[in-house]
């Protein structure tokens, strides 16, 4: 499973930007998608998840700010930031649980990852 996201760049405070994230491969089943982030010096967090079942959850920090959703009929999931902030500066990365099943019908579990998107806000 390859992951590819796009979408970062640089917003004022209080603007938006939409990260988007599709994913490639060999026949794949998703169970979670996830948006992290990491700031210079700071560790990697979680920003937000989104099942299969479209179920959300979101860090504190971003709660009401922003959105994750999915497209499963084109194995994408994007991240709306919108009322962005300077703290919201960081790299974004968006990740996918996923499972499939090799030539001995066995399943396989795999967490891929995407390169990255740079987000940066600024006046």
Do not use: H
């Given at each position: 499973?390859?992951?590819?996201?796009?979408?970062?760049?640089l917003?004022?405070?209080?603007?938006?930007?939409?990260?988007s994230c599709a994913a490639s491969g060999r026949r794949f089943s998703i169970t979670d998608w996830n948006w992290y982030r990491q700031g210079t010096g700071k560790q990697r967090e979680l920003v937000a998840t989104i099942t299969s079942g479209e179920s959300t959850t979101?860090?504190?920090s971003v709660k009401g700010r922003f959105t994750i959703s999915t497209d499963n009929a084109?194995?994408?999931v994007y991240l709306q930031m919108n009322?962005?902030?300077f703290e919201d500066t960081a790299v974004y990365y968006c990740s996918?649980?996923?499972y499939y099943y090799n030539d001995r019908a066995e399943p396989v579990v795999l967490k891929a990852w995407g390169q990255g998107t740079q987000v940066t806000v600024s006046s």
């Amino acid at each position: 499973v390859q992951l590819q996201a796009s979408g970062g760049g640089l917003a004022q405070p209080g603007g938006s930007l939409r990260l988007s994230c599709a994913a490639s491969g060999r026949r794949f089943s998703i169970t979670d998608w996830n948006w992290y982030r990491q700031g210079t010096g700071k560790q990697r967090e979680l920003v937000a998840t989104i099942t299969s079942g479209e179920s959300t959850t979101y860090a504190d920090s971003v709660k009401g700010r922003f959105t994750i959703s999915t497209d499963n009929a084109n194995n994408a999931v994007y991240l709306q930031m919108n009322g962005l902030k300077f703290e919201d500066t960081a790299v974004y990365y968006c990740s996918a649980n996923a499972y499939y099943y090799n030539d001995r019908a066995e399943p396989v579990v795999l967490k891929a990852w995407g390169q990255g998107t740079q987000v940066t806000v600024s006046s």
